[in-house]
């Protein structure tokens, strides 16, 4: 029988797959790898490399204080579909300010329209002036996160917004087990502009739940500008608000906006208001001197008890 040949079978070794986290942590270094066993030091500098990598989808965060030197702008030099803010599993929530001394920033993140959807997965966010988190775009996540002291009660002149600003038609959104605590702006500077979610403007099917509002000087969850098919459902609010829990509100500089329709308040359950000496209420719609409200606005309000 004639001899067969067999050929070296050669076994080809994938390479390592690439990285799709960055790490961060005080005791870092920002010339460092960035994987877990040698994280950078800032949020900047792991933004930094997430924007110049499009492989890299997630920032995770060890415990620690965090004090950044500027507000975040995500927009189209990010090329990731959505990037993953979270602690690192097994720390402490890190705690990020935007405080330091005289220094005092506006927003965390600012996401631009065409900017990456966004995760916020156990995050703490606080001391910041204007508000949290500004979003332009679709489909973000926030879950299990914090949103405190926020406003200019706490950073500095400039009127406060929300803890989760949604503007520009930002839309699907879902807001789960997250808690705004404590968001002021003094008296003789709007604390009425200041809201725990603000859907600001054609703001649609975004879902608020299971969350906690407490110690906010305005309506903690705040619609305006044709916002609609929202639904607010199983959260606890105490001690908020200037008008309502959740408000519809007009103001003269909405122009030709129409009102909102379909959104929906349930099951949620509710105390007195910023000035305890007012009952509570769950819903209002209301507008500016000389212009009309939109009652129809939130036709659903069911399943809420005041506590």
């Known amino acids: 029988m004639a001899a067969v040949s067999t050929a070296s079978l050669i076994v080809a ?29 800032t949020i900047e500098e792991a933004l930094k490399r997430v924007r110049n990598n499009a492989n890299l989808t997630s920032v995770r965060i060890f415990g620690g204080t965090y004090r950044p030197r500027s507000s975040f702008s995500l ?16 720390s402490t929530a890190p705690v990020i300010k935007g405080t330091n001394g005289a220094r005092h920033l506006g927003y965390f993140l600012k996401v631009a329209a065409d900017g990456p959807r966004i995760h916020m997965k156990r995050l703490i966010i606080q001391y910041y002036r204007t508000g949290g988190v500004l979003l332009k775009n679709d489909r973000n996540t926030f879950t299990g996160t914090q949103f405190s002291f926020i406003g200019n009660a706490y950073a500095g002149a400039g009127d406060g917004y929300a803890g989760i600003h949604m503007n520009a038609g930002s839309s699907y959104n879902v807001v789960d087990n997250v808690s705004f605590l404590y968001l002021k702006n003094v008296a003789n500077e709007c ?18 739940k299971n969350s906690t509002f407490q110690g906010i000087t305005g309506d903690p969850v705040r619609l305006r500008r044709s916002s609609s098919d929202n639904r607010i459902d199983h959260n606890q609010f105490r001690q908020s608000g200037t008008n309502a829990m959740v408000s519809y509100w007009v103001q003269a500089s909405d122009g030709s906006f129409v009102c909102g329709a379909r959104n929906a308040v349930t099951n949620n359950t509710y105390s007195s208001m910023s000035n305890e000496t007012k009952p509570g209420i769950i819903v209002k719609s209301g507008a500016v001197g000389g212009m009309s409200s939109c009652p129809a606005a939130i036709p659903t309000v069911t399943g809420n008890t005041k506590a």
């Open 191 to 208: 604390p009425g502009c200041m809201h725990g979610v603000y859907m600001a403007e054609r703001s649609h099917h975004n879902t608020v």
């Open 75 to 90: 927009g189209k030099a990010y090329k990731q579909k959505s990037i993953t803010f979270t602690r690192v599993g097994g």
């Open 13 to 41: 070794t994938p390479a390592d797959a690439a990285p799709t986290s960055v790490y961060v942590s005080t005791t870092g270094s920002d010339s460092a790898s960035g994987t877990k066993s040698r994280p950078v030091r």
